[in-house]
């Protein structure tokens, strides 16, 4: 099988190709459509039977050649660029530069085989787009409300009172807009329905996780769905004097965890089995964050579990489930 390494900027993206005879060939090309047909008729000219390209998650650079080369019908990886540094470290890569990275993901993907990836639907791209914008003007609106207590200037106090009243209305469109959206689409709506019968979590977390996570009940088990989202704990230890305390590793989805952690607190006293947690792990004397921590895990296990079965959530039914679907190590 061929392999396709790419590292991407906004304008411009490096591909590495190592052939069927294993030989490698390097080029750059625009990230715009025309790059891309550039880059279909560049393979074309090397024996590439079969393929496998790899790109690493730089913002929103890789999504379109993602999509291009899945269109193609080859097979895509899009892996967390911590993972291509780790490599890249283990080599014992000295250099770095667009076209020694192309050729590390290059022998990263040949070596590793991470798992493939496929396109969101069109309604999840809109619902991710929805989302991500709503919460852009919300910060927006959060700046304008701080300068306006600060303010002593009238004009400018009525000026920003204006603005406010915007980025309101606009919020609220947008919000009838996904809220449309979620009902319109029969497997929005259940999978929506599903989350929301977990307790701690409401519409806006649902939504949320819907679309950041919009391949969730695909994962292996629901520890790769915890370790996606950055809630699995990183522990540090060396030899018997080296102990530091156990965090969050942090690796994955930001926004994973900005929309967890709230719902996690109201869940530890609310939803029964991440109340039960809590209780355990204040017996064992551990902290507020760890505690807080375990809850977003483990209500996230229960998330993959709720997607993957497709019933509602049971508290119940729930213990009874195999460790590897909903279950976390305290």
Request: hydrophobic content about 35%; aromatic content about 6%.
């Amino acid at each position: 099988m061929a392999i396709l390494g790419m590292d991407i900027s906004q304008h411009t993206f490096d591909a590495t190709v190592v052939d069927d005879t294993g030989a490698r060939h390097h080029r750059q090309f625009a990230n715009t459509e025309t790059g891309f047909h550039a880059l279909d008729q560049w393979l074309s000219t090397y024996p590439v039977s079969d393929l496998h390209a790899c790109m690493e998650a730089t913002n929103v650079y890789w999504e379109d050649l993602a999509e291009h080369l899945f269109q193609q019908g080859y097979r895509v990886s899009v892996v967390n660029p911590a993972r291509t540094k780790g490599f890249a470290i283990s080599q014992l890569q000295r250099n770095k530069t667009d076209k020694v990275d192309s050729g590390v993901i290059a022998d990263f993907c040949e070596r590793l085989s991470p798992r493939s990836w496929h396109p969101p639907s069109p309604e999840r791209r809109q619902l991710r787009d929805l989302v991500r914008h709503i919460d852009a003007v919300k910060k927006t609106r959060t700046q304008q409300i701080n300068r306006m207590k600060t303010c002593r200037n009238p004009l400018v106090k009525r000026s920003l009172q204006t603005i406010i009243e915007t980025l309101n209305a606009q919020i609220a469109n947008m919000e009838a807009e996904i809220e449309t959206l979620c009902t319109t689409h029969a497997t929005l709506h259940e999978q929506r329905m599903l989350l929301m019968s977990i307790q701690g979590i409401g519409a806006t977390t649902a939504t949320k996780i819907l679309a950041e996570m919009y391949d969730l009940d695909e994962y292996v088990n629901a520890r790769a769905a915890a370790a996606d989202g950055g809630v699995t704990p990183s522990h540090y230890e060396s030899g018997t004097s080296v102990r530091r305390r156990s965090r969050l590793s942090k690796i994955g989805k930001a926004s994973i965890r900005g929309a967890l952690y709230w719902p996690a607190i109201t869940a530890m006293h609310h939803n029964p089995v991440i109340r039960d947690l809590k209780e355990r792990l204040e017996k064992k004397g551990k902290a507020k964050k760890v505690i807080i921590g375990a809850a977003m895990r483990k209500l996230l296990h229960i998330v993959y579990g709720v997607l993957k079965n497709k019933i509602p959530f049971d508290a119940n039914y729930v213990n009874k489930l195999k460790p590897s679907t909903v279950t976390c190590v305290d």
